[in-house]
């Protein structure tokens, strides 16, 4: 047990600052990525100096992607104050620049989009006024919105989705809770592919 004055987290409150599910972190902590210590009960403690240097590496790295330091825009369209809150929180600590915009329904949500042309949209299904299934209909039909990848984060089963007439092949539909991981992987790659291609000279 450790002795000095040190702040410790669990598992799971590694993986929300860092934006990974716990599998990750017990994975990091076996290979060695990350050191830990165990309670008398068996639990794992991480210590906080362990995350803020892995932060402060994630924002080291993607420093050295571009000096412009591009800033994605993500809308989250949600109309749960308490998950747009988590989800806040959560990008505040990615080391990716993140203008994140926030919609209660599907009508705000395409009103957003067509102000803010975002990079990313999140999105749930059903919300009030316009759903997620709607706006995302509007979206498609769109061509200014060709590039823009969206994400659902829904509690529906794939069969209710089917019942409520489907979505395109192109949005990644994933299950609430929001797997953070997985959304900050795809921003990273967005940013790293656009950086690409500015330094090719395509974009």
């Avoid at 998950?83 to 993140?98: C, I, N």
């Avoid at 009103?111 to 006024?129: E, F, K, N, R, Y």
């Amino acid at each position: 047990m450790p002795r000095d004055q040190e702040v410790y987290v669990t598992s799971s409150e590694a993986g929300d600052l860092l934006g990974v599910a716990q599998s990750t972190i017990h994975s990091w902590i076996h290979r060695g990525v990350l050191k830990s210590w165990k309670t008398a009960g068996g639990h794992r403690r991480i210590p906080m100096s362990e995350i803020d240097a892995m932060l402060r590496q994630r924002r080291e790295s993607l420093g050295q992607i571009g000096e412009n330091k591009e800033v994605v825009t993500l809308l989250l369209v949600e109309d749960d104050l308490d998950h747009v809150a988590f989800f806040r929180k959560m990008v505040e600590r990615w080391p990716v620049q993140v203008q994140l915009l926030v919609a209660e329904n599907g009508f705000d949500g395409l009103i957003q989009s067509g102000m803010h042309q975002p990079d990313i949209i999140v999105t749930d299904l059903v919300m009030p006024a316009m759903d997620g299934f709607q706006m995302i209909g509007k979206l498609k039909e769109n061509p200014a919105f060709e590039k823009t990848s969206v994400i659902v984060v829904t509690a529906l089963s794939d069969q209710q989705i089917t019942k409520r007439g489907g979505l395109p092949r192109d949005v990644l539909v994933l299950r609430k809770p929001a797997p953070m991981d997985q959304i900050q992987a795809l921003v990273r790659s967005l940013v790293e592919a656009r950086t690409q291609a500015d330094s090719t000279g395509k974009r």
